[in-house]
């Protein structure tokens, strides 16, 4: 077993990874985390976690979205059309590329949410695979915290699963 780089983990979580689960967790109660294994390069699943305009193919809760602008080579600003339950909102996240490590993070930059902060971080992990770490702090308004975090917190594994049948499909 390979060991996990910056990212604690208990036997427990580490095994769940291993056996390919997508570990859930929160973040000192502001937002979450997931964890998880894809059969794949970083670099192919940094392309597919940032192929933004296609998002809505492949990522259940996307019903649109599209790139705005580049403010330069490294940032860009992304429209977000999102259902949640009944209701599709919209949010603007400006996004900070690194793609020399695989990683973006984001924040809110207009839109439904009072706040929306996050990141994917693609590192290796052994041969051909990737250690993905997915966070998001979402707060919306009048819905309870908790609420939003556990809402949230159950999204991520068919996150994940998206994630993986689009690297590998012919989409990556």
């Known amino acids: 077993m390979r060991r996990m780089a910056k990212i604690k983990l208990s036997p427990e979580e580490r095994e769940k990874v291993e056996r390919g689960e997508v570990l859930t967790r929160l ?16 670099a192919k699943v940094y392309r ?21 602008e580049w403010d330069s080579k490294e940032v860009c600003i992304l429209l977000e059309k999102i259902k949640i339950a009944f209701k599709t909102v919209e949010v603007t996240l400006r996004i900070t590329h690194d793609r020399a490590r695989h990683s973006t993070s984001w924040t809110k930059h207009g839109g439904s949410f009072a706040r929306n902060d996050g990141s994917w971080r693609c590192e290796p992990h052994g041969k051909g695979k990737t250690l993905v770490t997915y966070t998001v702090d979402v707060e919306a308004g009048l819905i309870p915290q908790f609420v939003v975090n556990a809402v949230t917190r159950g999204n991520l594994p068919d ?4 994630v993986r049948k689009r690297v590998n499909s012919n989409g990556a």
């Open 159 to 162: 996150l994940f699963e998206a």
């Open 27 to 42: 973040l000192h109660d502001q937002g979450v985390e997931a964890i998880g294994i894809v059969d794949a390069a970083p």
């Open 48 to 68: 597919v976690v940032t192929d933004y305009d296609h998002y809505r193919e492949f990522i259940p809760s996307v019903v649109d979205a599209k790139v705005l």
